[in-house]
């Protein structure tokens, strides 16, 4: 079987969703690139952010692939250092938030650093096919917390997936 891994991909689509959290992201689609454009939100002790929600990779893995794990990396920073942390950190698939929390325990730096959830072997306890992962409605959310006065800003979403090409697999038996 052909192993393949796709290019780290940023999301085309960012909005605030509501389904855990009472506080906005302001601006989401700043977290779309690596470049200290980011999307923010102020928190005080105790407050949840919304889902900070990111979708629409656009992803073309081929039909008939077996999906293998996936790997979420979120760029993210506390203005003030120890005073933000993950709420919750979920995949997204077919719209529906689901799949195994990802929230990783402690606080985040005051420098953007990328946290990474999920692995090569992580299917975030859902089964997928090429098509949910190719489907603009696939994608990562996160929330965060505050442990004392905070703001909460992410920088960059992306998302690489392993998965094995079935098509590829058939092509180099066909050859042999």
Known sequence: MA?????????????N???????????????????DTRASATLLLSEITKYLKATNFGFSIPTGSTI???????????????TA?????KIVKGGTISGTEKAIVG??????AYSTYGSATDLWGATWTAEDINASTFGVVIAADATA?????????RITIHYTDLQANFYVNLIQ
């Open 3 to 15: 192993a393949a891994v796709t290019a780290a991909t940023s999301g085309g689509t960012f909005a």
């Open 17 to 35: 969703d509501a389904t855990v959290g009472t506080i906005d992201w302001d601006t989401p689609s700043n977290a779309r690139a690596s470049e």
């Open 68 to 82: 293998r794990g996936i790997v979420v990396e979120v760029e993210k920073s506390s203005a003030l250092a120890a």
């Open 85 to 89: 942390e993950d709420n919750s950190v």
């Open 107 to 112: 606080a985040w730096s005051n420098t953007d």
């Open 149 to 157: 006065a905070a703001t909460a800003r992410i920088d960059h979403i």
